[in-house]
């Protein structure tokens, strides 16, 4: 099955009772057993919700994995990746991710004895010098939050396959509409499925998918032991949301193109960041690994002034001023003070998210109000 019908049909049926199209909303706690033991497959909504098993098959079909597990929200996705850990493990992080992994990584489980490694990983080969008989997981994102830089994801899975190490994707930026990390390889791919997946700015939701059963039975344990599962609800509109995503992706990519060439053309802007471009460094790999350039762009206006880029995010007027990403309407952030404030600002702007860096993330609306909007701004 192609990918543009996965998201309609992929791992989804008619519901059983009734034929419904769309899965009902199993809103409910738990399920009547005739005699203990004695259900139809779900007895109590934190182990399983039908719902909920409808989107996690969903979710598996676009990854073109065999096991799909939904969080209540990315954090809680990547929690119970790191759960998989003990005591002295070692892991290896991109340099540049999302702020709050950040935050869950160095204040939460650093302090249950897990030693991070935040590396550059542009060039493969730099993750080997911190491998060692400890190291259980490279942890990665590309395109990455919010500098989008690429990773190789094939060349990483050589290098983790070479060690017996485990690689997660965070695939949140791309979507599996421009690249299935199982495909080349990696164990388990990890999703803010409140962006992309979702894609309308209405829930918040994680989600893992993976190939391998004996990963799977260990994380579904970990899901629901520590029980930070996705209601019904949430459940029902991902899986709405998943509907649309191959015709959401392929305009957030058409106007994301044409807005970071935009960018690159006005004089009042100093440096754009989009893969798409054939001078980003990685540009190679991204063409290689990638269908398209997704719908992120981060940019630094002339002059990298902290004041200038405020005056600029503050003066958009169809672009909202709002943390997240992913939804149908475009979004504009300030990385340093809002999703990426808990790194510390000597280590974030060593990855290049600056005081004056601006991150969008161009929505589907008519790509020339977007241009008109960005144009009024930029002139103050
Ligand atoms: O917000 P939550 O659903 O818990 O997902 C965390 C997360 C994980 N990975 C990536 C790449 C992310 O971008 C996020 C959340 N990011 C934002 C809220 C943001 O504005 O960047």
Same mark, same amino acid.
């Given at each position: 099955?192609?990918?543009?019908?996965?998201?309609?049909?992929?791992?989804?049926?008619?519901?059983?009772?009734?034929?419904? =199209?769309?899965?009902?909303?199993?809103?409910?706690?738990?399920?009547?057993? %005739?005699?203990?033991?004695?259900?139809? @497959?779900?007895?109590?909504?934190?182990?399983?919700?039908?719902? #909920?098993?409808?989107?996690?098959?969903?979710?598996?079909?676009?990854?073109?994995? +065999?096991?799909?597990?939904?969080?209540?929200?990315?954090?809680?996705?990547? &929690?119970?990746?790191?759960?998989?850990?003990?005591?002295?493990? $070692?892991?290896?992080?991109?340099?540049?991710? !999302?702020? @709050?992994?950040?935050? /869950?990584?160095?204040?939460?489980?650093?302090?249950?004895?897990?030693?991070?490694?935040?590396?550059?990983?542009?060039?493969?080969?730099?993750?080997?010098?911190?491998?060692? $008989?400890?190291?259980?997981?490279?942890?990665? $994102?590309?395109?990455? +939050?919010?500098?989008?830089?690429?990773? &190789?994801?094939?060349?990483?899975?050589?290098?983790?396959?070479?060690?017996?190490?485990?690689?997660?994707?965070?695939?949140?930026?791309?979507?599996?509409?421009?690249?299935?990390?199982?495909?080349?390889?990696?164990?388990?791919?990890?999703?803010?499925?409140?962006?992309?997946?979702?894609?309308? %700015?209405? /829930?918040?939701?994680?989600?893992?998918?993976?190939? &391998?059963?004996?990963?799977?039975?260990?994380?579904?344990?970990?899901?629901?032991?520590?029980?930070?599962?996705?209601?019904?609800?949430?459940?029902?509109?991902?899986?709405?949301?998943?509907?649309?995503?191959? =015709?959401?992706?392929?305009? *957030?990519?058409?106007? @994301?193109?044409?807005?970071?060439? !935009?960018?690159?053309?006005?004089? +009042?802007?100093?440096?754009?960041?989009?893969?798409?471009?054939?001078?980003?460094?990685? *540009?190679?790999?991204?063409?290689?690994?990638?269908?398209?350039?997704?719908?992120?762009?981060?940019?630094?206006?002339?002059?990298?002034?902290?004041?200038?880029?405020?005056?600029?995010?503050?003066?958009?007027?169809?672009?909202?001023?709002?943390?997240?990403? @992913?939804?149908?309407?475009?979004?504009?952030?300030?990385?340093?003070?809002?999703? *990426?404030?808990?790194?510390?600002?000597?280590? #974030?702007?060593?990855?290049? =998210?600056?005081?004056? /860096?601006?991150?969008?993330?161009?929505?589907?609306? &008519?790509?020339?109000?977007?241009?008109?909007?960005?144009?009024?701004?930029? %002139?103050?």
């Amino acid at each position: 099955m192609k990918f543009n019908t996965k998201t309609i049909h992929g791992g989804q049926k008619p519901d059983k009772a009734y034929g419904a =199209v769309m899965p009902p909303i199993y809103q409910t706690s738990t399920f009547a057993q %005739s005699t203990p033991g004695g259900h139809k @497959g779900y007895e109590y909504a934190r182990t399983h919700n039908p719902t #909920r098993t409808a989107l996690e098959n969903a979710l598996a079909s676009l990854e073109n994995g +065999n096991y799909g597990l939904a969080f209540g929200s990315g954090l809680a996705a990547i &929690d119970a990746v790191m759960k998989l850990l003990k005591s002295g493990d $070692e892991v290896i992080s991109t340099n540049d991710l !999302y702020g @709050g992994t950040y935050r /869950l990584f160095t204040k939460i489980f650093e302090n249950y004895g897990i030693k991070f490694h935040f590396i550059g990983m542009e060039n493969a080969a730099n993750i080997e010098a911190y491998i060692n $008989e400890n190291t259980k997981l490279i942890w990665t $994102e590309t395109p990455t +939050n919010p500098m989008m830089n690429i990773i &190789d994801i094939e060349a990483t899975v050589a290098i983790a396959k070479k060690h017996n190490i485990m690689l997660a994707v965070d695939n949140t930026f791309a979507t599996p509409y421009l690249q299935c990390p199982l495909d080349f390889g990696a164990d388990i791919v990890m999703h803010s499925a409140t962006k992309y997946i979702g894609g309308h %700015s209405d /829930l918040v939701m994680g989600a893992l998918i993976v190939k &391998d059963k004996e990963i799977a039975d260990k994380l579904y344990f970990i899901q629901n032991a520590s029980g930070a599962i996705c209601g019904p609800m949430d459940s029902f509109l991902a899986l709405r949301g998943i509907k649309t995503l191959h =015709v959401r992706m392929q305009r *957030h990519c058409e106007n @994301g193109k044409a807005i970071a060439e !935009y960018l690159a053309a006005h004089p +009042n802007v100093e440096k754009v960041y989009w893969p798409g471009f054939e001078n980003h460094p990685n *540009h190679d790999i991204a063409k290689k690994q990638m269908d398209d350039f997704g719908g992120m762009i981060s940019f630094v206006a002339k002059g990298n002034d902290y004041d200038q880029a405020i005056k600029i995010v503050e003066n958009l007027k169809v672009f909202t001023l709002a943390e997240s990403l @992913g939804g149908v309407e475009s979004l504009a952030g300030h990385p340093a003070s809002m999703t *990426h404030a808990s790194i510390p600002k000597a280590a #974030r702007e060593k990855t290049g =998210v600056v005081d004056a /860096l601006i991150r969008l993330s161009v929505g589907i609306e &008519d790509v020339d109000d977007l241009i008109e909007d960005l144009a009024q701004a930029l %002139s103050i």
